[in-house]
């Protein structure tokens, strides 16, 4: 038999190759009888019955919850796709509808319409590849189809909230172990962290288990010190969980679970659902929000009422970055204003001020003046050294 009487193609490339039904009909190109294997797919096409089917076994034995979701497909199978290439040649075939193409647009339909899932190219909740090669995939369930293989990757889940920390020396992100650097040793338990809490590992402690999510990266609206309480009704921040397999889940639960389990050291509020964007407006927010602290100044001489009105009137603030975070921070000089400063005598030494000033402005080196890296400053104005010796955050505010 020449070559030419074994190059048949089956009804799913004809219809593809030839979308106009009037060149389909006066084609000359045989179709394939029973039997016979496509000259272009392999009859790969002719199986999306069971490559659904082996889509949503996997779905099953991961047991991973999604709403939308984007098709991908990977050919690795080098005969067919030299066979593609050919037939392409001598049927003149110059579209973009290929194998590839074809399937996933295919499967995508399946599972969209048989799973009532929603296809979504910008932001799908999941990415559901196939992949195809020459040999057979171990353990295949559907030997028609042992050749194609799929892989679910999830797309991570944003949860916004606000935290209040309410117990001091805990940290809000992973802070890694002094001695080991994060590889674990004996000062930190093997555990490669400085601190056993933070509100990150707080929070994550329960997300994790609840979404079935791998990994969690915080993005809070700035960060408090660690000797630094947040009060008020908390911090912004969003907790991004990398590959979740569950994202229908109840927050009203996990809100509770998280308060209940975390000992009064931190408490969560205001949960919901957000996307990606949502990071940059809350960690660029700095400059644009305004907060309000309560600090405790002690000073190393006694307080007057003259050093409280000029407290008091402090206003707009140079400060050079300062010297305890040089190490990660531009060295600059930012200038930020201060809409209200209010003064209470707490005894001849100490006063408790209570501060609403503009985003990103380091309190204690207010008070300090931190070797002159801040003008004008508590110690600077009223030539009495002064130090923060207790700091809590009231408020943080952002634009929504």
Known sequence: MKEEDDFAICHKCRSRIYKNPEKRRSADVRLIRDNEHCSICNNLLLMEDAIFALVKHKIRI???????????????????????????????YNGRDDINHHLKRDIGVLIAKK??????????????????????FNNSPYPEVS???????????????KYRKMMRGIPQTKWPCSHCKGRGCEECNNTGQQYQDTVEGLIAGQVLPMTKGNDTKFHGSGREDIDVLMLGDGRPFVMEVKHPFRRNIDLKFLRRLINSHCDGKIEVND?????????????NSSTESYKIYRAIATFDRGVTSEDIRKIENLHIINQR?????????????RTRSIDKIEAERIDSKNIILTIKCQGGLYIKELISGDDGRTIPSVSGITNKKAICSQLDVLKVHIPE
Do not use: W
């Open 271 to 283: 949960l919901k659902f957000t996307d990606r964007e949502r990071i940059g407006s809350i960690k």
């Open 147 to 161: 050749n194609v293989n799929v892989f679910i990757d999830t797309n991570p889940l944003f949860i916004e909230g």
């Open 62 to 92: 991961l047991d991973v919850d999604f709403d939308s979701f984007i098709m991908a497909c990977q050919i690795n199978s080098k005969k067919l796709l030299k066979q593609e290439k050919k037939a392409y040649k001598r049927l003149k």
């Open 115 to 136: 799973m009532n899932k929603k296809i979504e190219f910008q932001h799908p909740d999941v990415v559901i590849m196939l992949k195809i090669k020459d040999s057979p």
């Open 321 to 333: 970055t300062p010297i305890r975070v040089q190490r990660r921070r531009a060295d600059l000089v």
